[in-house]
């Protein structure tokens, strides 16, 4: 028995064909059903994805907890997974037939974090396209990996709750559903953005402001030229 309730082990087999049976199920409720997969051994392989789960095992707060979750998430446990502004809705497939809804809230970046980080970011690297495909100096990582002043959460800025009755700080349903949104930023890290609630454009703008007064001064020239964010939006898809 594990905290107030009684615990009935099941072979890894039949949890993914139950978590399959209830996938589909979900699926014809919700056609636009997000579940996490994770093929091969890493739960994610890009940096964003990698740079996420990495974060969260190393704080102390974490550490000893967030892996409760990787053998969920691997063995295909997060039927649903939804990332918007500052919250992720999960649903986690556990020992009973329903699955378990998670809720995770993060605090958005503050606007001076956000500002520093943009003017490091604008002089030194390439391109927003090595942003986002995770290319870019060492020096730019450990800006964006610094505990506390980084572009990623520590545990403060971060919230959660679930549906299952184990009231362990972090359960298995939440830990997995972290985890999945590592592997979920393989897919598309700009939801890394949507999520910290930071405003992508602004990024862009400074960096082609950056590239732009670079260009004129090589060349000895002046420019009313003026870049609407707008314009930046609609060019970039933001």
């Known amino acids: 028995m594990m905290w107030g309730y009684y615990y009935n082990y099941k072979p890894v087999s039949q949890r993914k064909a139950e978590a399959q049976k209830q996938l589909e199920k979900m699926r014809k409720k919700n056609p636009n059903i997000a579940p996490v997969i994770v093929e091969g051994r890493k739960i994610a392989k890009t940096w964003w994805g990698e740079a996420w789960n990495k974060n969260l095992e190393s704080y102390a707060d974490y550490s000893n907890r967030i892996g409760r979750g990787r053998a969920y998430v691997k063995n295909g446990m997060v039927l649903d997974l939804q990332i918007a502004k500052g919250e992720i809705n999960a649903f986690v497939q556990g020992s009973r037939k329903k699955p378990y809804e998670v809720l995770i809230k993060i605090a958005g970046l503050p606007d001076a974090r ?3 980080i943009v003017d490091q970011i604008s ?3 390439g391109s927003v396209e090595e942003l986002i495909g995770g290319k870019f100096p060492k020096e730019l990582e450990r800006v964006f990996l610094q505990q506390e002043k980084g572009l990623f ?11 299952c009755p184990d009231w362990a700080y972090m359960c298995k349903h939440v830990s997995a559903a972290l985890y999945g949104i590592g592997a979920r930023l393989d897919q598309d890290p700009l939801l890394f953005f949507t999520m910290r609630d930071i405003d992508f454009s602004s990024l862009i703008k400074k960096s082609v402001d950056e590239k732009l007064g670079n260009m004129l001064k090589n060349a000895g020239k002046k420019s009313t030229r003026i870049i609407d964010d707008a314009d930046i939006g609609a060019l970039f898809g933001v």
């Open 114 to 116: 956000w500002g520093a």
């Open 123 to 125: 002089r030194g690297i």
């Open 153 to 163: 959460p520590s545990p403060k800025e971060i919230s959660f709750a679930c549906s």
